[in-house]
């Protein structure tokens, strides 16, 4: 069974930092790996995707890497802003399903 | 429609009763997912359509528990005998034919079970 880990569980850092959130997954054979955003009371909002063939992908100040041999991936956010604020989803496609971790709650301060 | 739409978005009720929750996924895609959110964990995949395939329930927690999708598109979760323990946020979420598919969701429907 696909197991999914985020950490840190929680990060607090100043405005322009620039930041790392990491995604562990113990079955390799995937499908892709989705990182979501969450807001809170709001549902998730997709942010990347990363096909099983594929090493990163980015999108503005975001840049996700996959290793998946290594069943890894990584979140790299450049000059983190307050509207960066909100919990990080990684979730892992393998048959059917999407397991997801727990998140990380980024807080950004002014 | 232009994103996945859930209702209600808010939903009260006694233990002991059953309720519908709705979603609505996005024209054209075939695939659609029911997962529980509960109050800070994370999210518990429930149950998956994919076209006119036999769902995918091995998600679903106990038999109080059913879910239909009519017409390959609208899909109603159903709580019967509502336990506490149900209270979470119910997200749905949809994505086209194929796994290398993103997927969309819902703002999910917020059950509180009192």
């Known amino acids: 069974k696909q197991e999914v880990t985020q950490i840190p569980a929680a990060l607090s850092v100043p405005e322009g930092e620039n930041l790392v959130l990491n995604c562990s997954f113990t079955?390799?054979?995937?499908?892709?790996l989705q990182w979501f955003r969450q807001d809170p009371g709001k549902g998730l909002t997709s942010l990347l995707l990363?096909?099983?063939?594929?090493r990163e992908q980015t999108s503005g100040r975001l840049n996700a890497s996959l290793d998946k041999s290594s069943g890894r991936s990584t979140l790299y956010i450049a000059a983190s802003q307050p509207g960066d604020s909100a919990t990080y989803l990684c979730a892992v496609r393998t048959g059917n399903d999407m397991r997801f971790g727990a998140g990380t709650r980024l807080t950004v301060k002014p | 429609g232009a994103g996945v739409s859930q209702s209600p978005s808010n939903k009260v009720t006694e233990k002991g009763k059953d309720v519908e929750l709705r979603c609505d996924p996005i024209s054209g895609h075939t695939a659609l997912y029911w997962y529980r959110q509960s109050l800070g964990q994370g999210l518990e995949f429930l149950i998956y359509f994919q076209g006119n395939s036999a769902p995918d329930k091995s998600g679903l927690p106990s038999d109080r528990f059913s879910a239909e999708r009519t017409g390959g598109s609208v899909s109603t979760l159903t709580i019967q005998r509502t336990q506490q323990e149900d209270s979470a946020v119910y997200l749905c979420?949809?994505?086209?034919?194929?796994?290398?598919?993103?997927?969309?969701f819902g703002n999910g429907t917020r059950l509180t079970v009192t």
């Open positions: 990363i096909q099983s063939s594929q």
């Open positions: 079955d390799s054979a995937i499908y892709n």
């Open positions: 979420a949809s994505s086209a034919l194929g796994g290398g598919s993103p997927l969309h």
